[in-house]
């Protein structure tokens, strides 16, 4: 009896002694939650405006609101957008992770920044963990319905809806992005009035390498902008509900985005000289434009050269019209607007084909960029019209001429 006494405290010991070395873990202290006054997303921006420039807060200030958008569809990264009752804007994380859609957050300022980025306004430079405080989870928040023509960059950062809306015809078969490449890419919504918008997808989304929907219908999007030119974002694919049947809408759509001025099928006939169309972003633009001129390194050229469409079915729909952006600068002939049911694609079209000169509203100079409004293409009708723009200059003058958003649409 006593051996075995002896056993069961030495066996009680031991089990004393290991569960003395068994490790416990702390629970982390939770952020501290500091006190600070308010403000409104609507008076971050009139505080931002009215200092016209980078401000690094260092005040104990707060801002509350919900987060609508994140990054879960790859769409952005490293920061998502928030809005109130005031107005939207988008909040720029030092990490990605940690805040998502619907969560109800109150971002702690001191030590953020506040400034504009291509003209679109950040809260930048947060902290995850020590500038944001959840306030509460799965909040849902009503997108505001808009039409395009609505849409401005006032609405920035805003969270919007668009009904009776498709992708344009000359851009269906391809993808919102190109997620082989990883390369964004911009895509042109339109509605039955005749409006369009930019949508612009990055090649790292989840949902890059779908195929854009061929029907119409509603978008949930967040408005964004390029200094003043609007892009819209999709924050999720889910939220693009496009099954309805098409409307008629755009036919053929050039805006030169590619950098290609032959792309889509347009061809140049270069019928006096060597000067050719090419593309260019110059002045700030945020997309490539085409723009021709015969002045080079100092020198002006004998001229003449036509930009020339693909043929195009006019007789898909009813009342066809033709839209463009134009500008140009410097002495010379004004740009010709063409169009022919018959020219042959190959030869010089000054012998080729019967061009009928067209009427548009063009640019008053000093590089002033203006739309032709709707030039109607009614008497030239076909399945093979085309349309063309004719360039000339000499060896004393010539002007540069640039054209961008040419539409065909009906």
Not at 120 to 140: E, G, R, Y
Request: hydrophobic share 35%; aromatic share 10%.
């Amino acid at each position: 009896m006593k051996r075995i006494t002896v056993l069961y405290s030495l066996i009680f010991v031991v089990a004393m002694g290991l569960g003395a070395c068994k490790k416990t873990y702390d629970t982390p202290p939770l952020p501290e939650d500091p006190t600070s006054s308010t403000m409104t997303i609507g008076e971050l921006r009139e505080w931002q405006a009215t200092t016209g420039g980078k401000i690094s807060i260092q005040e104990d200030i707060s801002v509350y609101g919900v987060v609508t958008m994140d990054e879960n569809d790859g769409n952005i990264y490293k920061n998502v957008y928030m809005q109130d009752a005031t107005g939207a804007v988008n909040v720029r994380m030092l990490s990605g992770g940690g805040v998502y859609e619907g969560d109800s957050i109150r971002i702690y300022l001191n030590g953020t920044v506040l400034n504009k980025y291509n003209g679109v306004l950040q809260i930048d430079s947060v902290d995850v963990d020590k500038n944001i405080f959840k306030q509460a989870t799965n909040i849902s928040y009503a997108p505001e319905v808009v039409n395009i023509d609505e849409i401005t960059a006032l609405k920035e950062s805003e969270l919007i809806r668009i009904n009776n809306v498709q992708f344009i015809n000359p851009e269906l078969g391809g993808t919102f992005a190109d997620g082989e490449n990883l390369i964004s890419l911009d895509r042109t919504l339109e509605d039955a009035s005749g409006n369009s918008i930019i949508v612009r997808t990055s090649g790292y989304s989840s949902f890059a390498d779908q195929p854009l929907p061929e029907g119409s219908g509603s978008i949930i999007c967040i408005v964004s902008h390029f200094n003043g030119n609007v892009q819209l974002l999709i924050r999720s694919f889910s939220e693009i509900n496009l099954s309805n049947s098409r409307f008629p809408g755009f036919w053929h759509l050039k805006n030169f985005d590619d950098g290609d001025v032959f792309s889509g099928g347009w061809m140049t006939y270069k019928a006096i000289g060597d000067i050719e169309w090419e593309t260019s972003s110059a002045g700030g633009s945020p997309t490539d434009y085409g723009v021709i001129s015969n002045y080079v390194d100092g020198i002006k050229y004998d001229s003449e050269n036509w930009l020339i469409s693909p043929p195009i079915d006019l007789e898909q729909g009813d009342s066809p019209v033709l839209n463009f952006d134009n500008a140009y600068s410097y002495i010379g002939p004004g740009l010709e607007l063409y169009a022919c049911i018959d020219y042959d694609g190959v030869s010089d079209p000054n012998t080729s084909g019967t061009w009928f000169p067209l009427s548009a509203v063009w640019s008053g100079g000093s590089f002033v960029w203006v739309n032709s409004g709707d030039v109607s293409l009614e008497g030239v009708i076909s399945p093979t019209t085309r349309i063309a723009f004719k360039y000339q200059g000499d060896v004393s003058d010539g002007s540069t001429w640039e054209l961008d958003n040419i539409v065909i649409r009906g």
